[in-house]
């Protein structure tokens, strides 16, 4: 079991004194009762210490962040990320110069939300040195003392704020107005981040169950136009109302925004941005749901079919589910050798598009010898 597991890498280093906690997003999401994906754990052990202990208790451990106090142990397959209490030293907005510490207080003060300031020990009791479960109980995410002085460590936190926003946030209760006060006055700082942070990031934002409320918000304080000039919030609530039932999708949902560049800016991948500007390019189109999906596949056909209504504030076309399947079963009867030798190069290419349209025009419904009658 993966408890007994876990007990196993908490006694490796409590048996030896040390402190040793869970932390971050599993206490986190655990209070929340949602899915905990990776266990953090943070301790007064040194990182050398942990790897002395845990390759002495024949445990696996790998040093994947070790200058910056960070060993992965891993236990019957499951892995462990353990990180000595830190405190910061200096910041630039992009890194932080980071010393070891030994209490649980400074390690919570170098965080970024009080609800990421959770501390769950080997029983299970929840130490809270910033105030944390309150902002949590509250859905309220909020910077850990000054906001401006959090971001201002690192300038990936304004867009943090959004996305956590998205994800664990009030939306009927709204942002936390002094953490948008603070992001908009650090505007300047985004411009030190790469485009790689700034695009996994929004990926992550823009799959969130409903993300229009934070988007709304980043747009007011000029945090949107900063990362995507250009870029309109104003339809994606009601895209993600016609959503209902249809798994999230981050690129359907960024080709609804527009803005220049999109695909530079967030560095998405060359099949991410080719997607994304089918997607884009069907907006502005009128073809039926069902040829979308003959030629295009039922998935982007959907993406397409709800962009438009979302665009032009127009349901959802009746029978859609329909059309998309039959779309995708159908296969165009007339090959080119059933129009040879009559037809031959170029000739023979625009006969078999002028016959595919006479049959894509017939509901797909023609058959070969009709079309070549």
């Known amino acids: 079991m993966a408890d007994e597991r876990l007990q196993r890498i908490f006694d490796l280093l409590l048996q030896k004194g040390h402190q040793a906690f869970l932390v971050g997003g599993c206490v986190r999401n ?5 899915e905990v994906s990776d266990l953090d754990m943070t301790t007064d052990a040194t990182p050398q210490r942990v790897m002395d202990l845990a390759k002495k208790a024949g445990l696996k451990v790998v040093p994947t962040g070790f200058e910056h106090g960070t060993v992965t142990v891993i236990c019957d397959h499951l892995p462990v990320e353990i990180t000595t209490f830190r405190r910061d030293v200096e910041t630039d907005g992009r890194r932080a ?21 959770l501390y769950a020990d080997r029983s299970g009791v929840v130490h809270d040195p910033v ?3 309150k902002d949590l109980a509250a859905r309220r995410v909020r910077f850990i003392d000054d906001a401006q002085t959090r971001i201002r460590e690192d300038y990936l936190r304004s867009l943090r704020f959004f996305r956590f926003h998205a994800w664990f946030g009030d939306a009927y209760a ?3 107005p002094d953490g948008l006060a603070a992001c908009a006055a650090n505007l300047a700082g985004l411009e030190t981040l790469s485009a790689e942070r700034i695009g996994a990031e929004m990926l992550k934002l823009m799959k969130a169950p409903d993300p229009a409320p934070a988007l709304a918000a980043m747009e007011a304080s000029g945090v949107l136009n900063c990362l995507l000039p250009g870029a309109d919030a104003s339809k994606l ?3 993600v109302h016609l959503e209902a039932g249809i798994s999230a999708d981050p690129l359907r949902r960024l080709a609804l925004l527009g803005g220049d560049e999109t695909a530079r800016r967030l560095r998405l991948s060359r099949k991410q941005a080719a997607r994304l500007l089918e997607l884009r ?4 189109t009128v073809t039926p749901p069902s040829e979308l999906a003959y030629r295009h596949g039922s998935e982007l ?3 397409i079919i709800l962009l438009r209504a979302a665009v032009f504030e127009t349901p959802l076309p009746a029978g859609l589910e329909s059309d998309l399947e039959r779309g995708t079963r159908v296969c165009f009867p007339v090959e080119a050798k059933d129009l040879m030798p009559e037809f031959t190069g170029a000739e023979l290419g625009t006969e078999l598009k002028r016959l595919e349209a006479v049959w894509i025009a017939s509901e797909f419904q ?3 010898e009709e079309l070549l009658t």
């Open 30 to 34: 655990a209070l929340l009762g949602v």
């Open 97 to 117: 110069v980071v010393a070891f510490s030994t209490t649980v207080e400074d390690d919570a003060h170098r965080r970024d939300f009080t609800m990421n300031a």
């Open 131 to 133: 105030n944390g479960l």
């Open 174 to 176: 709204g942002i936390d």
């Open 237 to 239: 609530g009601l895209l």
């Open 281 to 284: 390019d069907g907006i502005g």
């Open 301 to 303: 056909a959907r993406d």
């Open 366 to 368: 023609l058959s070969k």
